[in-house]
């Protein structure tokens, strides 16, 4: 049984905050943008040029003079001299003057004394083989031009520092000629799990004993918030040799997460092997369920977690403070998980006990477009399989309860859950 003094459980916010003080971002190393994705950025990247680097046409026509087209319709359309044709990569030679036009592709740079741009459908080449085009359709200035530095102007921010980067920042960087960047490195993370009953997947199952599925389940989680996660291997309730395990696992990683042997019962070990290793205990239990047993520490500024065993408690410990620690480590500005508000479908009874609670739900939107929130049927720590029918955590305050439709607050599962009203700045 775990011996730890002060060992009053803390709230989840308190929780939180030790866990983001207590770590900070690993070294930074520069890489290949066809690399970045999934990184953190390092820098602040600044638009080093216009983009577009010049007017261009935002269609396949003719670039002209608005005010020779003004009175052009399909009955009456009005005659131009096609001066050349300007492929997109091709700087155009010739002037467009009054009675002149000159064929354009989509992309390509505006020729000099060209006003707007006109479609290739509204425009017909003349049969005389003269080089002449009939042209019906009249424009305003500046139609299908798109100007010189209208997507990003030189010395705007591109991305802050801070910026996990996607598809779309990836792309942006190439867009700007920035070929790598600097990053911050990801964190190496160990996984060990934690009891005499565990068997792993590709064992076979002898009566009393349990398969680990936390290990996997957790390197899955790790890889989802940018750590590298390297899943060790099943440790037996032995307090030295935990410690030992332990102690190898740090000395690899710069991050160690156990599940397991936390609570309360004659084999839970994970307070002792702390103690065997010099670990400092810095919380053992929150005001959180499920997931209340939860140890997290120190040793030589490499933090270990200590999540319960249940395999909901111990998602549920990954996602409030693992994973936030990760997302810090990564160089992520805003680290915890956001929220949304739905109505809930139900009503949520209140229970008498000051933990804030979180349960498993889908979010949907309703037939008249509103987020709602459905609460998964099965809420035991112990049941795993009821993720499956959820994509997300309803958050419920200690002591509170919601009426049927009142809005509740909730986290979203999964990458795209992280990134939901997150700011660029
Ligand atoms: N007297 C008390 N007993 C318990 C308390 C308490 O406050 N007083 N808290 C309960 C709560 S809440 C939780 S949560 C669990 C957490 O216990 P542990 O972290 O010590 O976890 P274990 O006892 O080792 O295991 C619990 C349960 O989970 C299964 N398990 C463990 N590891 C895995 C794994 N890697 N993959 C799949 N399943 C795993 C294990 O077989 C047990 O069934 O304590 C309560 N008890
Ligand atoms: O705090 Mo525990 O995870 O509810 O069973």
Not at 4 to 16: G, H, K, M, T, V
Not at 230 to 238: A, E, G, N, P, S
Request: overall charge neutral; glycine content about 10%; hydrophobic content about 40%.
């Amino acid at each position: 049984m775990l011996e730890i003094p002060n060992s009053a459980p803390i709230p989840l916010e308190e929780a939180q905050r030790l866990v983001l003080s207590a770590v900070q971002p690993l070294t930074v190393t520069r890489i290949p943008i066809s690399e970045a994705h999934g990184y953190c950025l390092a820098e602040k990247l600044t638009a080093v040029h216009d983009v577009p680097q010049y007017d261009r046409s935002s269609v396949d026509g003719y670039a002209l003079q608005v005010k020779d087209v003004r009175m052009a319709n399909r009955s009456n359309p009005v005659k131009l001299h096609c001066l050349e044709e300007i492929p997109a990569g091709v700087i155009p030679t010739k002037t467009i003057l009054p009675g002149t036009a000159s064929r354009i592709m989509t992309g390509a740079p505006i020729p000099k004394g060209a006003t707007a741009v006109v479609k290739v459908e509204e425009s017909k080449i003349a049969e005389d083989g003269t080089g002449d085009i009939w042209i019906y359709q009249s424009v305003s200035s500046g139609e299908a031009i798109t100007r010189k530095g209208e997507d990003m102007a030189k010395g705007t921010m591109l991305l802050p520092e801070g910026t996990l980067l996607g598809p779309v920042e990836v792309g942006l960087l190439a867009l700007f000629g920035v070929s790598s960047v600097l990053v911050h490195v990801k964190p190496k993370v160990s996984i060990l799990s934690t009891g005499s009953e565990l068997v792993a997947a590709d064992q076979p199952l002898s009566p009393g004993k349990h398969r680990d599925s936390n290990g996997v389940m957790l390197a899955g989680q790790i890889r989802e918030a940018g750590g590298n996660p390297t899943y060790l291997r099943i440790v037996k309730d032995d307090p030295d040799l935990l410690a030992e395990q332990m102690l190898k696992a740090l000395q690899k990683a710069d991050v160690l997460v156990t599940s397991g042997g936390v609570s309360m019962g004659d084999y839970d070990y994970l307070g002792l092997a702390f103690e065997k290793i010099g670990a400092k205990v810095i919380f053992w239990k929150t005001l959180v369920r499920p997931g209340m047993p939860v140890l997290f520490g120190m040793w030589h500024h490499k933090p270990i977690f200590a999540l319960a065993g249940n395999p909901a408690s111990s998602y549920v410990n990954a996602r409030l403070y693992l994973l936030p620690a990760i997302r810090r480590i990564c160089g992520w500005r805003d680290p915890l998980s956001k929220h949304v508000m739905a109505r809930c479908d139900e009503r949520i009874e209140a229970k008498q006990m000051p933990h804030t609670r979180f349960l498993r739900g889908f979010v949907y939107t309703s037939q008249t477009g509103e987020l709602r929130v459905k609460i998964a049927a099965k809420q035991s720590s112990n049941v795993l399989s009821s993720f499956l029918e959820s994509n997300c955590l309803v958050k419920i305050p200690g002591g509170q309860g919601f009426e049927a439709d009142e809005p509740v607050e909730v986290e979203l599962l999964g990458t795209l859950g992280e990134r939901v009203g997150m700011g660029t700045v």
